[in-house]
């Protein structure tokens, strides 16, 4: 009666066996499938994020030279047409980088690109009012240079910030100036507000 009962069990256990085994398999697949593509996705988002990163770095040093050159060549009288259209579309390219930030980045390196927006669209604009002779009280070529200097430890900082988001550790040429810079909260990285500027 035992040797039956136990050659029933096996049996039974042998079907249910059979049967659950390509459910088992289908399951266990899904959810690999599932843990794949969130990887997935994972990965691509931090690309994503990475090649926005690496095109603001590149917009924002690209339109802060080409403002300098600008001022220089402003103040010994030999800036051109075609000087100027260079500096407006690293404008466009710029703002347009700035534009796309503001919609998908942390507020950390929101905060550090506002920052240097600030200073770059104000030198900006004081340049081209130079550029059409009509500049504000006290406003000049030479005026213009040294405020732009406010933009460089700013650049350093967004750097900075977008290496951190990246964990990627700071190096010296990354290292904030005094005042300036991230340091890291409960809840991520913080901007360091620079002193109050003139914009």
């Not at 600030?118 to 070529?141: C, F, N, Q, Y």
Request: charged share 30%.
């Amino acid at each position: 009666m035992s040797a039956v009962v136990a050659a029933m069990v096996t049996a039974i256990v042998g079907v249910v066996g059979t049967l659950l085994s390509p459910l088992v398999t289908h399951l266990v697949s899904r959810r690999q499938r599932l843990i794949d593509a969130e990887i997935e996705d994972r990965r691509r988002h931090i690309e994503e994020r990475r090649a926005l990163y690496v095109a603001m770095n590149r917009a924002s040093r690209h339109f802060h030279t080409l403002l300098k050159d600008a001022l220089h060549r402003l103040r010994d009288g030999v800036y051109t047409d075609q000087e100027r259209a260079e500096v407006e579309q690293a404008r466009l390219d710029y703002r347009d980088r700035y534009a796309e930030a503001q919609l998908v980045v942390p507020q950390a390196v929101l905060a550090a690109s506002r920052d240097l927006n600030t200073v770059l669209a104000g030198i900006d604009a004081m340049t081209k009012r130079i550029d059409r002779g009509v500049p504000r009280d006290g406003e000049s070529a030479e005026q213009a240079l040294l405020l732009l200097k406010e933009a460089e430890p700013r650049l350093t900082t967004l750097l900075q910030i977008m290496r951190h988001e990246h964990g990627i550790p700071p190096t010296d040429e990354t290292a904030p100036a005094p005042g300036r810079g991230c340091r890291r909260g409960p809840d991520g990285p913080t901007v360091v507000a620079p002193p109050a500027g003139r914009w």
